[in-house]
């Protein structure tokens, strides 16, 4: 098994550590995220740092890298306080995956990258049509982070859209059915394949399969 230092971290070359660190920590879930600025210009980039932070009321936290002169997302957020989660299908990851390029200020991924947008009565924020799981935000806290520059922003869910037969009666939202994607790193993504549910952990007893 190899065995890396901190030492061995800070000499690392960039583009190797920022892939090592970047897959590190595995799987992890994989989003398209939808924002317009006030002149209704919209902007859509794919997202890999998006994780559950509660369920009442519903908030999921995300993490955006630090401010550029052409990163419009964190602006869009701030001045509108809406945006949109969309899951990536494997038909066209490639162009999800092209959201990720530094388009110029004010220019639409959506148009650049061939994506449609739609909406949802009431909310300001576009989704990303084909999507098959997309789900509205509005903002309730943006939380700079010293560290490294970073920000957390959190949303609190107030729209919800998958297709037919994706939620099963117990509320689970069935992503594998979905097609949904995930990722590692920077620039791989995977299809899911579903081992089972098991029935809610209790001490001393083996867990069922649902």
Known sequence: MNTIDSK???????????????SLNGYKSLHLLGTVNEFGITNLCIVSSVFHMGSNPPLFGMIIRPER???????????????????????????????????????????????????????????????????????????PMDINGTTLVIGE??????????????????HHLAGTLTSTGLDSYYQTKPLGRLSYAKPGIEPKEL
């Open 69 to 143: 002169e052409h990163n419009d997302t964190l602006k869009n957020i701030k001045s509108s306080s809406q945006y949109t989660l969309n899951n990536v299908l494997p038909e066209w990851y490639k162009s999800a995956h092209q959201t990720s390029a530094s388009y110029p200020a004010g220019e639409s991924e959506f148009k650049a990258c061939g994506f449609v947008e739609s909406y949802a009565e009431g909310f300001k924020a576009p989704f990303v049509s084909v999507s098959t799981v997309k789900f509205g935000l509005e903002l309730r806290q943006v939380v």
């Open 157 to 174: 869910v107030l729209h919800i859209e998958a297709g037919q037969g994706l939620i099963n009666p117990d509320g689970f939202l069935d």
């Open 8 to 22: 061995d971290i800070s000499e690392m070359e960039k583009s190797y550590r920022t892939n090592l660190i970047n």
